[in-house]
């Protein structure tokens, strides 16, 4: 639903990494479209279209693990009560580790390879095609009220590129710091209380650039916004209608920040970001598979039981892993020839699934252990094992997933050339039926007389080839589908990387395998 909507203009859209925003008292109003609803005077709660409503807080720049260390009560107390998780992020040169990107696809439910947000200014974009979740709350249920409040201009007012948050959204305003942002929320939901809101807070990425996440001003920073959220929290329940209305609060952020100051690259603090959910949704309690950024829109279209669309890539945050790798996480273990990573991250296995196999004949001997041949690994251990070699644009992988990895596996003293092949399970249930598919997240990278192919085999029968690739194959949702011969009764794939040497990887997850 469109109604007049007030945007004012507030900090200037960062042109570059370090850059620091500056304050602009500007009016900018909008008037998106003919069909006005007026809005309610403050203070004077009215019964909503649902009873649920959800607010989204977004904090620019927070690092999850900065949290504990400051005087947050009302950020602990969403913790404490909630469910958290810490979520990685991608980098370059997928995208930069930047609010554009950052914001877009918190927004959006996808990943920036779809929204095409690459940075803090964005001439383009497919953000038409990839519209923001209050946008499409309006689009599934136009009598639900949407709000943002954000400090950041761009979100909003197109200064940097087509506007993430879209005029179909019914309240837009961009204020002139983060206590107008406060402000103008707390007026809005203790008074109109809309169904879907997100506000956004800049302070703890200004006080990261000035003096870095390790610095007294950060905390600081925390501290002024736990004090905003409390505000916000605190006008939700003083609204009359309270006890008859279910409240869900999310907090996230864009991106992190190193301890000297800045974000953009490839780190694992800069990549690290977060998820909170407290309140009327959210199974209190840490998962053991970290949901993604992505999953927050598909969340808040959950809450309100609007569609979620195949294109997103994001989840609801407690949907439940259908992956046979994510049974593998309690087998997770520490490094072993990986003498960079840390011995706190716990994160490669050779224990598959029952079922699965590996044949490893013809690989060389020697070479890094975690990597002789295929592994169970997760995103924190893998990519801090090289960085900047496009492990971290692997985004549609979730949980523990297979690695392949020639590249890592040749670092240490080793002869001959990497063989390996993975095999699922002897799969049932396909007789009489026509085809059998396979699904698969595959991130492949491809150098060299290395080889990445997958093979079926009937009864036990000769492998078929029936994939292969030629080049790069980036966070890619693969499907395979092959015919099923007369008198077949098991099927089984296998994955495999051949005449390897120093060459690159292939990261495959979530397979799955159905006849019809």
């Known amino acids: 639903m469109s109604i007049t909507s007030t945007v004012r203009r507030g900090r200037a859209a960062r042109t570059a990494l370090l850059a620091t925003a500056s304050i602009c008292t500007t009016a900018l109003v909008i008037t998106p479209g003919a069909q006005a609803r007026p809005a309610p005077s403050p203070g004077s709660p009215q019964v909503s279209a649902t009873t649920e409503h ?68 964005w001439p383009s974009s497919n953000l038409a095609q990839y519209p923001d979740f209050l946008t499409r709350l309006e689009q599934f249920n136009s009598s639900l009220s949407t709000y943002a409040a954000v400090t950041w201009a761009p979100l909003l007012d197109g200064s940097a590129g087509p506007a993430p948050i879209t005029s179909a959204v019914d309240t837009r305003y961009v204020s002139t710091g983060d206590a107008d942002t406060a402000a103008n929320a707390v007026s809005r939901l203790r008074g109109q209380g809309p169904n879907a809101t997100f506000l956004h807070f800049d302070d703890v990425d200004h006080a990261g650039h000035t003096c870095g996440a390790a610095g007294a001003c950060y905390q600081k ?34 991106h992190g920040h190193t301890d000297a100051g800045g974000h953009g690259g490839n780190t694992p603090p800069e990549r690290s970001s977060f998820v909170i959910e407290s309140g009327a949704h959210g199974t209190p309690g840490v998962p053991a598979i970290a949901p993604k950024n992505v999953d927050t829109a598909a969340e808040v279209l959950s809450i309100f039981g609007a569609p979620r669309p195949s294109v997103l890539d994001g989840r609801p945050y407690a949907t439940a892993s259908s992956d046979p790798f994510d049974k593998q996480v309690s087998s997770l273990k520490a490094r072993q020839d990986e003498t960079g990573i840390p011995t706190s991250v716990l994160g490669w296995t050779k ?49 523990v997933f297979a690695v392949a990895d020639s590249d890592e596996w040749s670092d240490k003293t080793h002869t001959g050339t990497y063989n390996t092949k993975m095999s699922t399970p002897a799969y049932t249930g396909i007789s009489g039926k026509a085809t059998a598919t396979l699904r698969f997240g595959s991130h492949y990278r491809k150098e060299g007389n290395e080889v990445a192919a997958v093979s079926v085999s009937f009864n036990g029968g000769a492998p078929k080839e029936v994939l292969r690739y030629s080049g790069d194959v980036v966070a890619k949702n ?33 397979p799955s395998v159905s006849a019809g």
């Open 221 to 254: 920073a925390i501290e002024d916004t736990d004090v905003r959220i409390g505000q916000v929290v605190a006008a939700v329940k003083a609204r009359a209608t309270y006890p008859t209305e279910k409240w869900t609060f999310i907090v996230t952020a864009d």
């Open 351 to 399: 224990s598959f699934p029952s079922g699965w196999s590996v044949d490893n004949t013809g690989l060389g001997t020697g070479g890094v252990a975690e990597w002789s041949g295929w592994s169970l690994t997760t995103d924190d251990f893998w990519t801090r094992a090289e960085p900047g070699q496009s492990r971290e644009a692997n985004v549609r992988a979730r949980g």
């Open 54 to 121: 959800v607010v989204v807080l977004g904090i620019d720049g927070l690092l999850f693990d900065k949290i504990a260390p400051a005087a947050a009560p009302n950020l602990d107390a969403l913790i404490a009560t909630g469910y958290r998780s810490k979520t990685t992020l991608y980098a370059p040169p997928l995208s930069p580790t930047l609010s554009g990107p950052g914001w877009a696809t918190n927004l959006t439910g996808v990943w920036p390879d779809k929204h095409k947000v690459l940075d803090n200014t």
């Open 478 to 510: 693969e499907q395979v589908s092959v015919p099923i011969p007369a008198g077949a009764t098991t099927v089984r794939f296998t994955w495999s990387l051949t005449n390897g040497d120093n060459d690159w990887y292939w990261a495959v997850d979530a």
